[in-house]
C-alpha cells in the first residue's frame, strides 16, 4: 500500500492545505459487483419495494422519467422510474448509510474506507464500478460530507480522471 497525502480546499481555485497523510486500501468495487444497499433497498428495486422498507415519504414530485419520493424527516430521497429505483441521495445522518459512510463523517474516513475516487472535481467526488457510482459531496469550508448519492450510471460506464481539491492523493 502506498501512503497517501489527503488534500483539503475550501473550493476551485483556492489555497490548498495538507493533511495528515492516510494510507487507502484499493478501491473496493470492481465492474460487475452489486452496488450497496441504503435502508435496505437496492438500486433497480421497485418503486413499491422502496415503499414496503421506508414507508409513506413526507412529499412526492413527479420528474419527467418517475418520481422522487422524499424523506424530509428523514434527510432521504429516491428517485424511482419504471425500470425501478435509480438514484438514492443522503441529506442528513439519520437517512442511513452506504457502506459504512453518512453524511456528517468526514472525508478522510471516505479515503481510508474506498482509496482514491474515480473522478469528480472540486469539493465533489465519484466511486464505484462505473454501472453503479457513490457522489460524495463536501461542505464548502471544511472535509465533512454534505450529502451523498447511490446512483445507477446511465450512459457513462467509465468516470472521468480525477480533477479534485477535497479528495486529491498523491
Request: proline residues 7%; charged residues 20%; glycine residues 12%.
Amino acid at each position: 500500500m502506498r501512503v497517501l497525502g489527503l488534500i483539503l480546499a475550501a473550493g476551485i481555485g483556492s489555497t490548498l492545505l495538507a493533511a495528515a497523510p492516510i494510507v487507502a486500501k484499493p478501491v473496493p468495487w470492481k465492474t460487475g459487483d452489486v452496488a450497496p444497499t441504503v435502508n435496505g433497498v437496492k438500486l433497480g428495486d421497485t418503486e413499491q419495494r422502496a415503499l414496503d422498507l421506508l414507508g409513506v415519504p413526507d412529499d412526492v414530485n413527479s420528474t419527467s422519467n418517475g418520481e422522487l419520493l422524499e424523506y424530509t424527516a428523514k434527510g432521504l430521497e429516491v428517485t424511482c422510474t419504471k425500470d425501478g429505483v435509480i438514484a438514492m441521495r443522503l441529506l442528513a445522518p439519520g437517512a442511513g448509510s452506504i457502506d459504512g459512510i453518512k453524511v456528517g463523517d468526514i472525508a478522510r474516513d471516505v479515503m481510508l474506507k474506498w482509496g482514491a475516487p474515480q473522478g469528480g472535481s472540486g469539493r465533489i467526488a465519484q466511486f464505484g464500478p462505473g454501472p453503479w457510482v457513490i457522489v460524495v459531496h463536501l461542505a464548502d469550508r471544511d472535509p465533512t460530507i454534505v450529502d451523498l448519492t447511490l446512483a445507477l450510471n446511465h450512459g457513462n460506464t467509465s468516470l472521468d480522471p480525477p480533477k479534485l481539491n477535497a479528495f486529491e492523493a498523491h
